[in-house]
Structures are given as C-alpha cells and as structure tokens.
C-alpha cells in the first residue's frame, strides 16, 4: 500500500493518496461520518478543519482529497474552561 507523508496538528502521519479530510477526521475522532460531515449517531461533532492555515467547510471535507507535503490542523471545541 503506497502511502505519502502529511502533517497534522504538527504531526507526521501516512496517508493514502486517496484519502480525504473527511477520511482523517472519522481516523482521528473515532466517529463514523456521514458523506457531508455530519455524525451518523447524529450527536454534534465540534471539529473544524484547515488546511495550510485556510478552513475547509465540513461540506467540502469528502471533495478535499490530502496530499504529501500538507499541514492540517484538525480542532475539536471542548466545553468548560
């Protein structure tokens, strides 16, 4: 299985050229997601996602395929303070 090196939340991980944001952020949550991002339990999910310093809508998630070489920051919002 060929793989390419990404960096996310700084960092390195092995992706598949055909993986995408979505594809990341159900590996990193734990989640299963459905195809526009949203939770399949339909409990609400608190991530946003960048790519090179720019946010990616959740809708654009499943279209946005990763690449060697990209920085990712996944952010989950956490309650309290």
């Known amino acids: 299985m060929m793989t390419e090196t990404i960096r996310v939340n ?3 991980i092995d992706a598949r050229p055909e993986d995408t944001l979505l594809d990341l952020v159900v590996r990193l949550t734990g989640h299963a997601l459905h195809h526009d991002g949203s939770r399949v339990d339909g409990g609400r999910l608190g991530v946003a996602v960048a790519v090179g310093g720019a946010v990616v809508p959740r809708s654009r998630w499943s ?9 990712i920051e996944i952010v989950t919002a956490v309650q309290g303070g």
Request: glycine fraction near 16%.
């Open 63 to 71: 279209a946005h395929q990763v690449a060697a070489g990209d920085e």
């Open 10 to 12: 700084g960092d390195a």
